[in-house]
């Protein structure tokens, strides 16, 4: 006998690098588990309004303006879940509108709360590594360690073929937009994430942006993360923090800066430049997620 297909729509709600979460009570399907919002898509519903419907419903705030996160199919027992998700960012002026029993939660606390079987690839994607080594050598990867990702930045004359890197390390590999899209969409997906340089950015639109991979834009200032969070990047490197000797022009906005950047933002900020990874503490004070740099990095 072939189990019921339960389409569902599911919103992530963004908020300065926090994400909203419930509890499922008791007597629901998977209950007593956390979960994101969100719920049964109607016949002929499309799946973003179904989106839309049910955060005004469950959580308490309209937004009309949902990007596609991902698609997800998962078999339980009883039933085939098929899950269409969308994110959203939540301007501070909503936040006091979300109704209870929904919470703000870091990302890197998700893996303290049991949620359904079917949330567990959701939660990994969403739990980005604090610290980001840079590195021209593609063997300085092999060994790296669990809490770091590594954004591959090759000198200008190397060729990258990316079909010839082992793609075991995709899952920890940031590499940049243009040697990403020689990859087929569905090895793209799998990298940690592909890398968009400020130049980059705006030429870009979004339908430009593949579902379900992650995007990092290196930016320079407000305006370009601005640009980067409605373009549908998860993340930006902010440079340069402090003085470097490889950009002795560049001005450094300092930790101040980095943080008045920060506070108008929903993406997660990395710091860089002049950075290494013991400025980790320093750069959270900041409202930032993470560091990246090239020394300093590696053990």
Same mark, same amino acid.
């Given at each position: 006998?072939?189990?019921?297909?339960v389409r569902? &729509?599911?919103?992530l709600?963004?908020? @300065?690098?926090?994400?909203?979460?419930?509890?499922?009570? &008791? @007597?629901?399907h998977q209950?007593?588990?956390?979960?994101?919002?969100?719920?049964k898509? =109607?016949?002929?519903e499309r799946?973003?309004?179904?989106c839309?419907r049910e955060i005004k +419903?469950?959580?308490?705030?309209d937004?009309?303006d949902?990007?596609?996160?991902d698609y997800?199919?998962? +078999?339980?027992?009883?039933?085939?879940? #098929?899950?269409?998700?969308?994110?959203?960012?939540?301007?501070?002026t909503?936040?006091?509108q979300?109704?209870?029993p929904?919470?703000w939660?870091e990302r890197?606390?998700?893996?303290?709360?049991?949620?359904?079987?079917?949330?567990?690839a959701?939660?990994?994607?969403?739990?980005?590594p604090?610290?980001?080594?840079?590195?021209?050598?593609l063997n300085?990867?092999t060994h790296?360690?669990?809490? @770091?990702?590594f954004?591959?930045r090759p000198?200008h004359s =190397? =060729?990258v073929n990316?079909?010839?890197i =082992?793609?075991?390390?995709?899952?920890?590999?940031?590499?940049?937009?243009?040697?990403a899209?020689?990859?087929l969409?569905?090895?793209?997906k799998?990298l940690?994430?592909?890398?968009?340089r400020?130049?980059?950015?705006?030429t870009l639109?979004r +339908?430009d942006?593949?579902?379900?991979a992650?995007?990092?834009?290196?930016c320079?200032?407000?305006? &370009?993360?601005?640009f980067a969070?409605n373009?549908g990047?998860?993340?930006v490197?902010?440079?340069?923090?402090?003085?470097t000797?490889?950009?002795p022009?560049?001005?450094?906005?300092?930790f101040?800066?980095?943080?008045?950047?920060?506070?108008?933002? !929903?993406?997660l900020?990395?710091?860089l430049?002049?950075?290494k &990874?013991?400025?980790?503490? #320093?750069?959270?004070?900041c409202?930032?997620?993470g560091?990246?740099?090239?020394?300093?990095?590696t !053990?």
């Amino acid at each position: 006998m072939s189990k019921p297909i339960v389409r569902v &729509a599911i919103g992530l709600l963004f908020s @300065h690098a926090c994400v909203l979460v419930g509890f499922r009570q &008791a @007597h629901q399907h998977q209950g007593n588990k956390y979960e994101f919002p969100g719920g049964k898509i =109607d016949l002929h519903e499309r799946p973003e309004d179904a989106c839309r419907r049910e955060i005004k +419903e469950e959580v308490g705030v309209d937004i009309s303006d949902w990007l596609p996160w991902d698609y997800m199919q998962h +078999e339980y027992d009883d039933v085939i879940v #098929q899950l269409h998700f969308f994110y959203a960012y939540i301007d501070d002026t909503l936040r006091s509108q979300i109704q209870s029993p929904w919470f703000w939660c870091e990302r890197e606390r998700l893996s303290e709360f049991k949620f359904p079987k079917a949330n567990q690839a959701v939660i990994k994607r969403l739990q980005w590594p604090p610290l980001i080594q840079i590195s021209a050598d593609l063997n300085a990867m092999t060994h790296l360690p669990p809490n @770091h990702l590594f954004y591959y930045r090759p000198n200008h004359s =190397d =060729d990258v073929n990316m079909k010839a890197i =082992d793609v075991t390390h995709y899952s920890k590999l940031m590499i940049n937009w243009a040697y990403a899209i020689q990859l087929l969409p569905e090895a793209q997906k799998q990298l940690a994430a592909i890398h968009i340089r400020q130049n980059q950015l705006y030429t870009l639109k979004r +339908e430009d942006l593949l579902m379900g991979a992650k995007y990092i834009a290196a930016c320079h200032d407000l305006k &370009a993360v601005q640009f980067a969070q409605n373009l549908g990047c998860e993340a930006v490197l902010i440079s340069p923090v402090q003085a470097t000797a490889t950009h002795p022009d560049a001005k450094p906005i300092g930790f101040d800066g980095l943080a008045t950047i920060t506070a108008k933002s !929903h993406l997660l900020v990395y710091g860089l430049g002049g950075l290494k &990874a013991k400025d980790l503490t #320093q750069i959270k004070q900041c409202q930032a997620y993470g560091v990246a740099g090239i020394s300093g990095f590696t !053990h």
